[in-house]
């Protein structure tokens, strides 16, 4: 079984910071995904990632994942409250397997 | 910007009840799922559907789940007999089917079972 271990599971800090969250498995991902999800709504996808090593940016959001592919992580610079919500990892077994695997996520609470 | 969209957005249920669960996906996608998440927990695979039939399915999706695309639009999820730990967010979600999965989810439905 193939798990994702997201950490941390709460962040709150202050606007203007930086923050990194991560997303871990022992397990090797074909491509991983990166949502954020507001409260009673859906995940909304940001970002796919499917070269070990790769690194992506979205505005002030910089996702990378990991050379073996077991792993990522999700940079925000000087956050700001609007960045707050549920950030989620998806990993994808790839080739005809289209099953994602989800974290746990991670709660950012952004303060003015 | 195109959109799965998903009804009801809420659903009142009782236990032993069939409700159906309808998504109308993207309208190029290929590849359709279903999710669930119950309350405070991660978001769980149930089913992926990929020309007419299940491509995989997880243990959760027993046989009292079934998917049907009835139409060219709408892709649905029946349950035939709810248990009150049926109650979850039901998201539906679509791929194009390249390579990756990329899919994108609908707003949910939100099934209270009682």
């Known amino acids: 079984t193939q798990l994702l271990e997201q950490s941390p599971q709460f962040l709150s800090i202050q606007e203007g910071e930086n923050l990194t969250v991560y997303c871990n498995s022992s397990?090797?991902?074909?491509?991983l995904q990166w949502y954020r999800q507001e409260p009673g709504e859906g995940p909304v996808l940001l970002v796919t990632v499917v070269t070990g090593g790769e690194v992506k940016k979205l505005k002030r959001l910089t996702f990378q994942f990991g050379d073996a592919r077991k792993d990522s992580s999700l940079h925000i610079t000087a956050a700001q409250p609007g960045d707050t919500g549920l950030y989620l990892c998806?990993?994808?077994?790839?080739?005809?397997?289209?099953?994602?695997?989800f974290g746990k996520g991670t709660l950012l609470t952004v303060n003015p | 910007e195109p959109e799965v969209t998903q009804t009801p957005s809420h659903q009142v249920t009782q236990m032993g009840q069939e409700v159906i669960l309808r998504c109308v996906p993207i309208?190029?996608?290929?590849?359709f799922y279903w999710y669930r998440q119950i309350l405070g927990q991660k978001v769980e695979f149930l089913v992926s559907?990929?020309?007419?039939?299940?491509?995989?399915k997880s243990e959760i999706f027993d046989d009292q789940f079934s998917v049907e695309r009835p139409d060219g639009s709408n892709f649905t999820l029946k349950i035939r007999s709810t248990k009150l730990e049926d109650s979850a967010m039901y998201f539906c979600?679509?791929?194009?089917?390249?390579?990756?999965?990329?899919?994108?989810f609908g707003p949910g439905t939100r099934l209270l079972v009682l």
């Open positions: 559907f990929y020309n007419n039939e299940i491509s995989e």
């Open positions: 397990s090797v991902f074909s491509s």
């Open positions: 979600a679509s791929s194009e089917g390249t390579s990756y999965p990329r899919p994108y």
């Open positions: 309208s190029n996608h290929l590849y």
């Open positions: 998806a990993g994808g077994g790839g080739g005809s397997n289209y099953k994602l695997t």
